[in-house]
């Protein structure tokens, strides 16, 4: 049985209030749901494309640094359709002061790499043609 698609990614955050700011300023992210329960505060929200990105806040979280060497998240992907999308997003990183990277091509496509608040390895990737 195929997938039609990924549902929704859901990041742990360390502080809600700053990275709901942060992501709706810098991705246009829009709040939908904000709940908690036992020991997790979080935010359900859409990027423009209707794109379901969850923020989770965990009262006993450890609150260490993000980092790619740790089993689990590598980076997250945002598709974007051509690569001549990607100076803009260069564009608007520089004046949101959005630490970034500059665009790189790669074997699959071109990718901007960025990251959140709490340094979550975050890029913005045009694929090659197949």
């Known amino acids: 049985m195929p997938f039609q698609g990924v549902s929704h990614v859901a990041i742990t955050v360390t502080d809600l ?55 689990g998240l590598d980076h997250l992907a945002f598709a974007v359709s051509s690569p001549d999308q990607l100076p803009e997003w260069e564009q608007r990183f520089a004046e949101l002061g959005v630490a970034h990277s500059t665009t790189q091509e790669g074997p699959f496509g ?16 045009a694929a090659k043609p197949a």
């Open 17 to 71: 209030a700053r990275s709901k700011d942060w992501y709706s300023r810098v991705l246009d992210w829009r709040s939908m749901v904000d709940t908690s329960e036992e020991g997790v505060a979080y935010s359900v929200g859409a990027l423009p494309d209707g794109t379901l990105v969850g923020l989770r806040q965990y009262a006993n979280g450890s609150g260490d640094a993000f980092t790619p060497f740790r089993t």
């Open 110 to 125: 071109w990718a901007l790499n960025f990251k959140d608040p709490d340094g979550v390895a975050l890029e913005v990737f």
